[in-house]
């Protein structure tokens, strides 16, 4: 009873603050983001919806991004010179981006581009990866994408050049690129452990996609197994995933799409059969109580550690001293050139 008292005041006093802070404040949740956090939001969304609604955003001088590190990084990127961008957990980061360190890329793209020549690759790097890597992309041609824009954003490479250089999620990049018909002996994956990252030059040269060996701990949670489990206990159910899903879930699904596609699938689905969702649980359980009307059911369960570090008590923290702790601040050259990239994934058709 006491953690329930406790959470009712710490809700009114963020509350309280919001009401003080007014037009001057702007709370970005990330539909991973628990139920009691997304209910506080200004906003809802995904990684490319936030990054929209950071960039439109004129009047509020304090943006506070309930995500993870790289999302209030762009938030950083795309904000104007009077705002603040703050994260209440700075520690929130993902094991993703970490597995993209921008000086073992900028190898691999010496190694990459030396064997197929720099001008027939173009770099796309996924959101979930550091400023550096999106400023990387910038400064070569590239853009940023996410799970709701990847395939206009692999369109988009493709009219620029002869071949796609994605990092870091390599299920993400696969599912793309499969999607749009591409055939599995023109893709290769580089293993940045290996020389030319485990291919040969032939390979190199064949390859129209090259993915980073990188993945989504949450996400490739899901196995063929639980949807086959699945559909034995719902014969009747419909299941979507995510596109971070390892291909051969992907395969198994009814729907892949992003976090906003799921929600709207999930709205638009009927209510006389259950929905199985695949990808974190926090969303799973909201879609559930917003839709008392359906069985929404977890395919597994997959919690990212990383997002569920964002608490009520340290949003009212860094409530408490707006503008002062956990600023997010990117090096100015590097703002620069990771601008050109996220501009650029900005003005890219829906």
Known sequence: MSFVVDQKETIEKICARKNALGDDLLILTHHYQRKEIVDLGDFRGDSFGLSQKAAAHRTARFIIFCGVHFMAESAEILSRPQQTVQIPAVEAGCWMADMADPIVVA?????????????????????????????????????????????????????????????????????????????????????????????????????????????????????TEHIRSMRHRFPEAKIVVHPECTEEVVDLADAVGSTSFIVKYVEDAPSDRPIIVGTEINLINRLALEHPDKTVLALHHSLCPNMFKI?????????????????ITVPEAVKTDARLALDRMLALAP
């Open 107 to 223: 190898n691999a793209w010496e190694e990459l581009t030396s064997i197929a020549g720099a001008g027939s690759v173009v770099p796309i790097v996924y959101m979930n990866s550091d400023a550096d890597l999106k400023a990387f992309c910038g400064k070569h041609g590239g853009t940023v994408c996410t799970s709701s824009n990847a395939s206009t954003a692999f369109g988009w490479g493709f009219e620029q050049r002869e071949k796609v250089f994605f990092f870091p999620d390599q299920h993400l990049g696969r599912n793309t690129a499969n999607h749009m018909g591409i055939p599995p002996e023109e893709m290769i994956v580089w293993d940045p452990e290996k020389p030319l990252g485990g291919n040969t030059p032939e390979g190199i040269k064949g390859a129209r996609v090259i993915l980073w060996d990188g993945y989504c701990l949450v996400h490739t949670r899901f196995r």
């Open 311 to 327: 608490s009520l008590e340290n949003l009212l923290w860094s409530l408490d001293n707006i503008g002062k702790v956990n600023v």
